[in-house]
């Protein structure tokens, strides 16, 4: 068995100014991945914090006519309550302006200096102060900085050096020895390849400046903020406090980071941590970022998204899952509001948030919402019994590749399942059938059963919204003490009250940006209309042949339909409301006559009539028995 302990960090975030989504991206993913283990049993530490030092923080600060303590003390408890916004399960926050940290970072300087690893030299060349980083000449692209671009400043002083160069190759034998060390493989790849070009010594100390931890052993110098910052994982698990719990927790799982900062972690750190005397991290995980209109987003280009106003306005759950589903596993993500406002509708209101209400709603209708005692399985049943097993399989070895997105995915897959189950058991026709009581209360178990394994899926990633269903279920013990292993089928208790309750994700119709006060619903009265004129609209049954989606349409389907020998193509509006896969077969009411028009390029002849409830939900109008294609709706 190997240890029952899992330590994970984001990196400590610069308090030079607010955070926006992106940051927010790197603490969540972290608190998924730390949920994540906490349910399957492991003795989590989660660890984040703010990287204070610094020559731009410096002048951010005299900029404002603050002190540097006074502007970040501002700023870092912003990062707080945003963390407890977006109910971020850390369990401590490192701030390096901490005496604790002062001591940790001094210690390891000092332990470096005596075997002999850093020495005293003269430091000649450039420096980026937005990515506090030095760069050699030969790195830099038209005299900038090679990673952002911006004007690069002349250094020259007297400094302290830490000899990375003698270290090169071991860190290489590491890194081949151990493929898990830095994911995903592009990265690490990269970094292989960063290595093999040389490694040059770092200038590991300051004195131009004087905002940060000094030197222990000559006044005047500070030590540079990445020896200061990597360090912040070894005060957190108290390494010179509590050994103890330094011992149980060390080395980390994961160091999460952004794969612009893997360099720092897969390179510098190791090479800290070897001259020191300590182990390695066992895994170094470079994610994506999330871009706006795939872009960058960086307040100088002003398309920064405060992840503050979209929590106020749709609510946590919606922005951690969209966040964490966005982003797919080792690459890019993109922000935009269709997007964000499509993942809601589609998948939370939609597929989640229509799940929940149906079931609830039936289980209250035939059984007064108490669960009732399965009967037999059918072999429609035991499918559903083995999707949720196979789901259970793959979201294990999903979480531990650290592939939030596919997760997610796989995850909705299941919830997908559980609502076709539902349209082919026709849990309604059961209902009226009064030798089918068998069949129907395993139907309603079964989806008792598969909303409780759905609760401690979706945990990790959206937890409150988790525990709200986990509530409802009438389940009253604490679902963050289960574990995952527990998610096996069939042990919801029959007898158990459902409780229904409000929609879980109102569906947002108002698709413009929050800036936009949305517009005042318009009452109208709605004139009679005389039979004859109902008589002009010809409305028939049409059976659906193909449903396709519309590339760059998030909202249409293109359907192929029949119309009783006659086939017509419908653009419909139904794209957050059904898959196309789950169209295909049904049998449609469509207004045949209405005049024929391009939508998006598609030729539609035709609508497709659906009912629209005031929540957002939007279900199709179809027949309850077979009938012929064609036949007229009157
Ligand atoms: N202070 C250093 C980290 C020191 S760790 C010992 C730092 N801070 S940061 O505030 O600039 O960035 C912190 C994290 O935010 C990084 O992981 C970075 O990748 C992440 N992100 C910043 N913008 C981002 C996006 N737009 N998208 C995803 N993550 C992004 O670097």
Redesign the pocket.
């Known amino acids: 068995m190997g240890k029952n302990t899992f330590y994970i960090t984001t ?4 308090p030079s100014d607010k955070l ?1 989504i ?2 927010a ?2 603490t969540v993913a972290a608190d998924a991945i730390a949920r994540y283990h906490r349910l399957n049993g492991k003795d989590v530490f989660f660890l984040t914090g703010s ?1 204070e030092h610094g020559q731009k923080i410096e002048r951010v600060a005299k900029e404002r006519g603050k002190t540097p303590k006074e502007y970040v003390d501002g700023i870092v408890k912003g990062f707080q309550d945003l963390w407890q916004k977006l109910d971020i399960s850390y369990d401590d926050f490192v701030r390096t302006t901490e005496e604790r940290h002062y001591r940790v970072v001094q210690d390891i300087f000092r332990e470096i200096y005596e075997k002999g690893d850093i020495y005293k030299g003269e430091y000649k060349g450039w420096y980026c102060t937005p990515c506090e980083t030095f760069f050699p000449e030969t790195r830099l692209v038209d005299g900038n900085c090679p990673d952002c671009g911006r004007p690069v400043e002349v250094l020259q002083e007297e400094s302290y050096f830490f000899r990375m160069s003698k270290y090169a190759d071991r860190l290489l034998q590491h890194i081949e020895a151990n493929p898990e060390f830095i994911q995903p493989t592009s990265r690490r790849n990269e970094m292989v390849q960063f290595i093999k070009g040389g490694l040059e010594d770092l200038c590991v100390s300051r004195t131009t400046f004087d905002w940060g931890i000094p030197v222990p052993i000559e006044e005047g110098h500070v030590i540079y903020v ?1 020896f200061d ?2 360090t ?1 994982y070894l005060t957190g698990i108290g390494y010179l406090d509590d050994k103890e719990m330094f011992q149980k927790y060390w080395p980390a799982d994961v160091h999460l ?5 893997v360099r ?1 972690h897969s390179i510098i750190w190791p090479i800290i941590l070897m001259a020191a005397g300590l182990e390695l991290p066992k895994k170094v995980y470079g ?1 994506g ?3 706006f209109d795939s872009d ?2 960086s307040k100088s280009k002003g398309n920064v998204v405060d992840p503050v106003v979209l929590i106020d306005q749709f609510g946590v759950d919606a922005i951690r899952y969209f966040l964490l589903r966005e982003i797919s596993f080792g690459s890019d993500g993109n922000f935009s509001w269709e997007a964000l406002v499509g993942r809601i509708n589609a998948d939370l209101a939609n597929d989640l948030g229509n799940l929940v209400h149906r079931s609830s709603a039936m289980m209250k209708k035939y059984y007064k919402g108490v669960v009732p005692e399965p009967g037999p399985e059918r072999p429609l049943d035991a499918a559903l019994r083995e999707d949720a097993a196979n789901t259970r399989r793959k979201l294990v070895s999903l979480m531990e590749e650290l592939d939030l997105s596919t997760a997610l995915a796989t995850i909705w897959r299941f919830i997908g399942s559980v609502n076709k189950y539902i349209d082919e058991a026709a849990p309604w026709a059961l209902a009226r059938d009064e030798s089918k009581g068998d069949e129907l209360a395993r139907v309603m178990y079964n989806l008792a059963e598969s909303l409780r394994v759905i609760s401690l899926f979706i945990y990790p990633f959206i937890p409150s919204t988790a525990k709200e269903i986990w509530a409802r279920l009438g389940l009253d013990d604490e679902l963050t003490d289960h574990l995952l292993g527990q998610a096996r089928w069939g042990e919801m208790p029959p007898g158990t009250v459902i409780r229904p309750g409000s929609p879980l994700f109102p569906r947002i119709e108002d698709e413009k940006p929050p800036a936009k006060a949305p517009e005042a619903p318009q009452k109208e009265a709605i004139p009679e209309v005389a039979i004859d004129e109902f008589a002009r609209m010809d409305i028939r049954l049409a059976r659906v042949l193909e449903a396709d989606r519309i590339a760059g349409a998030d909202k249409l389907l293109k359907l192929k339909v029949d119309l009783g020998g006659e086939e017509r193509q419908i653009v419909a509006g139904l794209a957050q409301h059904y898959r196309p896969e789950e169209l295909v077969g049904k049998d449609v009411a469509l207004l045949a006559n209405l005049k024929p028009t391009t939508i998006r390029g598609e030729l539609s002849q035709g609508m497709v009539l659906a009912a629209a409830a005031k929540d957002g939900r939007v279900r199709i109008l179809t027949v309850d028995e077979e009938m012929p294609a064609g036949s007229k709706i009157r």
Do not use: C, Q, R, S
């Open positions: 990196p400590i975030y610069y926006h992106g940051h991206y790197t990287d990445w910052a990597l912040n980071v952004g794969k612009e900062i720092f994610h970022w999330l871009l960058k987003m």
